[in-house]
């Protein structure tokens, strides 16, 4: 059952108006036939014009909605033909219907113009009857005028304008929700996103180095270097579900209050470089666990950080410093799955302070060049977090291949071809924690 606030339909709107015209012919024909006008026609004039006008201003109801202005216009000289007959209550009434309907359910333009012209006319129709009859009984005239067109036209202004303030209103609460939906699904597309990031970084690079070490296991020959590879492959493996499995604890008392967990830091490269040599030296320079020459000269992987920040700047923003780490992180574990025998290096270096801000820059170099061993698959997904990650602070970001510096000392020396991570992370002074 619909309720009372809902908008009637089309054809009971349409129905509406038939009934009024008929209505109005009806009783005006009734009224013509009991005799009872408004007065006596003008001298010289048969009464009989009354009934075309009666039936113009009923056929004129029927447009009201649908073409309210020309309905206006068909009206107009009917009323005034009416009124030379002697007129009808019937039709000054469906008149005064027109004129509303005319500012109600016409154009803005009509809806502005026709008030100001029925104004107009009830001075006019004032003034001029005063200056020619010179009574004061003159002043009536204008008093029906006005009643026939001004309070129709005000009333429906107002009508109209209470209408369109609601339409506004409807609108605007419309608009409100829509934004906030959008809003809605941005924030969880930012925050799908974030998980991504995040559980990449926590999980894949444990993953990678089990993908690692398995394919060297299965290569191995020697019982001593395939136990070793199984003990980095249990690590790896418990570190990786205690990972997954603190994530998962984050996600379900997400709504809970709990102790943040602690965010890694730069003070942890030397541990996550320490980690990346052990992966390094189970799986040997060509990924199989088989190492090409004696102890100490293994042409594998090594891992360097050369940490050129100045001792006293003052400390990082929290997620300058986890943008930081995790940039790294993810690209030693892309040397390990993917970079040729050689050293990489990790570069830290801050910017001086200007306009209250500093940058500080990380770098990645590893060897590139093919690679004898199996490889760990990549997705590209890790490079993607690291530039969403960059971009989120405002920074810069690039990864590729390129000429080693003409002075390296690091992978290959100069004139070798290298793969090259660098992010500069722009840092606001005095916002460290």
């Known amino acids: ?21 008929v209505a109005g012919l009806l009783g005006g024909l009734t009224l013509l036939a009991l005799g009872l006008t408004n007065g006596d026609p003008l001298p010289g004039l048969p009464r009989w014009p009354a009934v075309p006008a009666l039936v113009a201003l009923s056929g004129a109801e029927l447009l009201r909605r649908t073409h309210p202005q020309t309905a206006l216009l068909i009206g107009t000289p009917a009323l005034v033909v009416d009124t030379l007959t002697g007129g009808l209550i019937a039709s000054i009434v469906m008149f005064t219907d027109l004129v509303y309907s005319a500012v109600l359910y016409g154009s803005p333009a009509a809806a502005r113009r026709i008030p100001r012209i029925t104004e107009l006319l009830t001075v006019l129709a004032t003034i001029v009857p005063l200056a020619v009859i010179q009574r004061p009984e003159a002043l009536l005239i204008g008093v029906v005028i006005a009643f026939v067109t001004v309070a129709p036209a005000w009333t429906a202004v107002l009508i109209r304008n209470h209408r369109d303030t609601a339409e506004t209103a409807e609108l605007r609460a419309e608009q409100t929700a829509l934004l906030a939906e959008m ?10 996103a974030r998980m991504a990031r995040e559980l990449h970084d926590l999980v894949a690079n444990h993953l990678s180095a089990i993908a ?8 191995i020959d020697e ?9 980095v492959i249990r690590e790896n493996s418990v570190q990786g579900l205690a990972e997954m499995r603190r994530m998962i604890g984050l996600l379900r ?28 030296a189970a799986v040997g320079p060509d990924g199989t666990g088989e190492h090409a020459g004696p102890a100490g000269e293994d042409p594998g992987l090594e891992f360097r950080l050369r940490d050129e920040r100045p001792p006293q700047a003052p400390p990082l923003p929290a997620p300058v410093e986890l943008a930081a780490y995790r940039i790294v992180q993810e690209a030693v574990t892309n040397a ?9 290096v990790v570069k830290l270096s801050r910017t001086a302070p200007a306009g209250g801000r500093s940058a500080l820059r990380v770098e990645v170099v590893s060897p590139l060049g093919g690679r004898p061993g199996p490889r760990a698959p990549g997705s590209g997904a890790g490079l993607i977090g690291m530039r969403e990650r960059v971009a989120l602070l405002g920074g810069e970001f690039e990864a ?23 992010a500069v992370l722009p840092v606001e002074e005095g916002s460290g924690s």
């Not at 809003?183 to 925050?191: F, G, H, P, S």
């Not at 019982?223 to 003990?231: C, F, S, V």
């Not at 590729?400 to 991570?421: C, F, I, L, Q, T």
């Open 253 to 280: 008392d997400a709504g809970a209050e709990s102790a943040p967990a602690a965010a890694p830091t730069l003070d942890g490269l030397d541990a996550l470089l320490r980690q990346a040599r052990t992966a390094a």
């Open 212 to 219: 690692i070490h398995s394919t060297a296991a299965l290569s």
């Open 223 to 231: 019982p001593a270097a395939g136990r070793q590879a199984l003990t």
């Open 400 to 422: 590729g291949p390129s000429p080693a510096e003409a002075d390296a000392d690091g992978p290959g020396g100069a004139g070798r071809k290298v793969w090259r991570v660098r």
């Open 336 to 344: 390990l799955k993917h970079a040729a025998p050689g050293e990489v």
């Open 1 to 21: 059952m619909p309720s009372a606030s809902a908008p009637r339909p089309d054809h009971a709107r349409h129905r509406d108006d038939y009934l009024i015209a």
């Open 183 to 192: 809003d809605r699904r941005e924030a969880v597309i930012a925050e799908r």
